[in-house]
């Protein structure tokens, strides 16, 4: 886990993901169709009726029922419903023509995080750390943190699938015990779990100098980093040290659980070396009621991502720290009807695989972007497609890593994040 050189000077030393599980809607965030208001309620022509998940429920066109206004001097549209991160458009890239292979929760989940839709497979924090390690020593390289529900897919998500485990994703939580099992029991001191480790460690020795496994000395350097982590994880986990106005700006409560708190936490970490942190939000599946739905949920995440943006950027970080937003895949511009009767008294939408946007900001990315284009209706590309496989190989890129040289050799193959694909997003860079 020692730091690393990549294959080339890099824009970005670190990564922040800001997920949005269950897929947000472009049409009724960032990606605005005013056709969608001239069709409104109108069956929706010429276009593919089982791109959805739920295909027996496909209604008309639905409209956003949020307004739409242009933002910033690069003049990009934003929905009402995320007004601070409206102010922020000038610093953002944004990427209209995302899209990926499947329209399944799981395995769109695992394509755009292991680059492969079946689990068993690497991260891209695993491939990340991989390449570069760490800058700390005292904190894993990879960190990921939860607001709501597990992430359908589960921990498989940030697994280190086949690399050595020691480039797997560890969880922190924001609120209790930050990581599980970390703390000693009661009544137990350092100096005797100190005691207890160096006696397991010469068992561990002996026992890689016979077989030579290489997850026995994963499991001798964890051992070691758990024991320097119950001494810089409280510390860093205690947000009530920050000052008042860093809170308030976050709209972060010390001790409670929240997606602004994982925010502010994402700050400190990437400032301590941390080179990739993962902030799962769950419940952005709104099959129903997404008039309502979609208001709450950009409310929970809106002032703290803009918080996190603005904190970046006041401290010097933004420069060479990428963040990125987005989900799994995106939302149909049509409704989705009750199964059976062909209508819906407070409608949603269904999956959509073939368009979606996503946002990324920092880390050489070229700010105040508006990249690739939907069709009138947000249902198809029509201009610059980009894969998720496409994606990941530019969040490399701009770490310094060749996606085609990162590889490992697993059952007598060359495996990498891409698998057999992916093109850097030129058109991205700064």
């Not at 068993?120 to 990879?142: C, H, I, K, M, R």
């Not at 920092?362 to 209706?377: A, E, I, M, P, S």
């Amino acid at each position: 886990m020692s730091p690393r050189p990549g294959h080339f000077p890099a824009k970005a030393k670190s990564v922040i993901w800001l997920f949005m599980n269950g897929g947000p809607s472009q049409v009724d965030t960032w990606d605005y169709k005013p056709e969608l208001e001239k069709h409104d309620k109108q069956e929706l022509k010429g276009f593919d009726q089982n791109t959805g998940f739920f295909t027996d429920q496909v209604g008309p066109i639905m409209k956003s029922s949020f307004k739409f206004a242009r933002h910033g001097q690069c003049g990009a549209w934003g929905s009402e419903i995320f007004p601070k991160m409206a102010e922020h458009v000038d610093d953002m890239a944004f990427i209209y023509s995302c899209f990926t292979e499947t329209n399944n929760h799981s395995p769109a989940l695992f394509q755009i995080n292991t680059g492969m839709s079946r689990m068993g497979f690497p991260s891209v924090g695993s491939w990340v750390t991989y390449g570069l390690g760490s800058e700390n020593q005292d904190l894993p390289a990879y960190v990921v943190m939860l607001s709501g529900p597990l992430a359908g897919a589960g921990t498989s998500l940030w697994s280190a699938g086949f690399l050595p485990s020691v480039y797997q994703g560890v969880q922190f939580r924001s609120s209790g015990e930050p990581v599980l099992f970390l703390d000693n029991p009661g009544g137990y001191s350092s100096a005797n779990r100190r005691r207890v480790l160096d006696t397991v460690q010469q068992l561990n020795q002996a026992q890689l100098a016979e077989v030579g496994d290489p997850e026995i000395a994963t499991r001798i350097s964890q051992y070691e980093m758990a024991f320097r982590m119950q001494t810089s994880v409280p510390e860093l986990m205690d947000i009530s040290k920050e000052p008042k106005e860093t809170l308030e700006l976050y709209g972060a409560q010390p001790g409670k659980a929240s997606f602004a708190n994982n925010c502010l936490l994402a700050r400190r970490l990437i400032e301590r070396g941390v080179r990739m942190v993962q902030l799962y939000d769950a419940d952005w599946d709104h099959h129903a009621d997404l008039a309502s739905r979609l208001p709450r949920k950009c409310l929970d995440v809106d002032q703290g991502m803009a918080a996190l943006v603005t904190d970046l950027k006041q401290r010097g970080l933004l420069d060479d720290t990428l963040v990125i937003w987005g989900g799994e895949f995106g939302r149909t511009p049509m409704s989705q009807t009750d199964s059976g009767s062909g209508t819906a008294t407070k409608p949603g939408r269904d999956h959509h695989k073939d368009a979606f946007t996503m946002w990324l900001a920092g880390g050489g990315v070229k700010r105040g972007l508006t990249f690739g284009r939907t069709d009138d209706f947000g249902y198809n590309i029509v201009e610059h497609p980009v894969h998720v496989h496409d994606l990941n190989a530019t969040i490399l890129h701009l770490l310094g890593l060749d996606h085609e040289r990162l590889t490992y050799r697993y059952q007598g193959r060359e495996f990498r994040l891409t698998d057999v694909h992916g093109e850097v997003v030129r058109g991205l860079l700064a």
